[in-house]
């Protein structure tokens, strides 16, 4: 195999793992604060319409940061998406899996009717014009072999949730946040003693995993689908969630598991250019993502173990 091909690979590995590496870091963040967010699919959606639509509003103006711009308005919409679950399963007490599910069968119905209404009836948005494309490393590219293979036409994106994973992590162990955070995860009640408002730290990990989430779903659309349609997403906020799961419900594990989705993913388009993998149908190919994801949540769910206190209702005692 030579550097060629597998530069390849790593780049076409980057770029369909970088929305799953923000999503399941966005999902960390919610279940360590005790909440499960089945709605990432949901929010992902959510971010990639608000990316595409804001991409395509202001990329006169904007020119190449309009890609970055537009992820942030996706994480605020993110955001704004995942109080809806945040308002269900804190105050209101519902179950976490239903009010998730609400959220994914919410996003897609919305974004598709919006979309009607600015594009006369068409079902999906135009293309964006501006992605984010490959990126190269001014220094780094011209090391010899690794430049070519991790720093020359990469993903940019992808790069920066490596960091943001390592800062995620950092904020999770090493701050008085990151403690109060895995507090109410593993015992609330204990927390509330200490005077930890279970409350807003709940709804803390849930506005994160919003804003991430909705970036997950930016990247997504404007460096893969390049538009917006009800297939846009199309599970990838799951597979985000067996990569959380996956990594045990740690930053670092879980952007491990979405590179390794990612590659999965990546075969059905790089596959036909590698030796043996190359005799293998592509229609296989392009389900082997979801069948390893079915796998992930079936086989290991049962024996990692996540936060204590992960789906279960709060009701502060008096």
Do not use: C
Request: charged letters at 10%; a positive charge.
């Amino acid at each position: 195999m030579n550097v060629n091909l597998i530069a390849l690979i790593v780049s076409s590995t980057l770029i369909y793992s970088a929305p799953l590496i923000f999503t399941a870091l966005g999902g960390v963040f919610s279940e360590r604060s005790g909440t499960v967010n089945v709605g990432l699919e949901g929010i992902m959606v959510m971010g990639a319409f608000s990316s595409v639509m804001t991409n395509l509003s202001l990329a006169g103006s904007l020119g190449a940061w309009t890609p970055w711009i537009s992820l942030l308005i996706a994480g605020l919409v993110g955001a704004i998406f995942s109080l809806i679950h945040g308002v269900a399963t804190v105050h209101l007490r519902a179950d976490h899996v239903i009010s998730g599910t609400v959220l994914n069968l919410i996003a897609p119905a919305l974004g598709v009717f919006l979309t009607r209404v600015f594009f006369n009836g068409v079902g999906q948005t135009s293309i964006i014009k501006q992605s984010f494309g490959y990126f190269k490393f001014p220094i780094l590219s011209k090391i010899p072999i690794l430049g070519q293979i991790f720093f020359n036409r990469t993903s940019l994106p992808a790069y920066v949730g490596i960091l943001v994973a390592v800062l995620s992590w950092f904020i999770i162990y090493k701050t008085k946040f990151g403690l109060r955070l895995r507090s109410v995860g593993e015992h609330p009640q204990a927390a509330d003693t200490l005077g930890i408002n279970v409350y807003r730290m709940r709804y803390v990990g849930i506005i994160i995993s919003g804003i991430l989430g909705g970036i997950g779903g930016g990247v997504l659309a404007q460096s893969i689908s390049m538009n917006f349609s009800h297939v846009t997403v199309a599970g990838q906020g799951f597979i985000a969630m067996a990569a959380m799961i996956f990594g045990k419900w740690n930053p670092i594990g879980a952007v491990l598991a979405a590179l390794f989705f990612g590659f999965a993913q990546s075969l059905a388009v790089v596959g036909s250019q590698i030796p043996l993998i190359s005799e293998i149908p592509s229609v296989y190919l392009q389900i082997a993502p979801y069948i390893i994801t079915v796998v992930v949540l079936v086989g290991f769910v049962g024996q990692i173990t996540g936060p204590a206190a992960d789906g279960k209702t709060y009701i502060k005692s008096k």
